[in-house]
Nanobody, 126 residues
Framework: QLQLEESGGGLVQAGGSLRLSCAASGRSFNSYAMGWFRQRPGKEREFVGAISWRGAVTEYADSVKGRFNISRDSDKRIVYLQMNGLKPEDTAVYYC???????????????????WGQGTQVTVSS
């Protein structure tokens, strides 16, 4: 069973950058698309972006397009979320998760993912 652990969150000023990591343990990491999600205070969990199993396809929510970038390192079994130009409204707990199907190349939505990590807090001050 795939287990996921996020790290890299913290406090940053508006306009700053952070890189989140999602480390996978267990089998089959390289066969699944991976997604990043966030839950802002008082809000539902929302889709941030996803990367296909080979890393060739990425999708992003409109709210982060052009600022966030997802990549994956299959050898290290890590998925990254590079966040640039951070805004106070990006403050949230960020989660990674695995797609429910093998070899998916999208399109992606929140309901297509499971095996959530425990999350990492990102706080952006104004």
């Amino acid at each position: 069973q795939l287990q996921l652990e996020e790290s890299g969150g913290g406090l940053v000023q508006a306009g700053g950058s952070l890189r989140l990591s999602c480390a996978a343990s267990g089998r089959s990491f390289n066969s699944y698309a991976m997604g990043w999600f966030r839950q802002r205070p008082g809000k539902e969990r929302e889709f941030v972006g996803a990367i296909s199993w080979r890393g060739a396809v990425t999708e992003y929510a409109d709210s982060v397009k052009g600022r966030f970038n997802i990549s994956r390192d299959s050898d290290k079994r890590i998925v990254y979320l590079q966040m640039n130009g951070l805004k106070p409204e990006d403050t949230a707990v960020y989660y990674c998760a695995r797609h429910i199907s093998l070899y998916s190349s999208g399109p992606y939505s929140l309901t297509d993912f499971r095996s959530w990590g425990q999350g990492t807090q990102v706080t952006v001050s104004s």
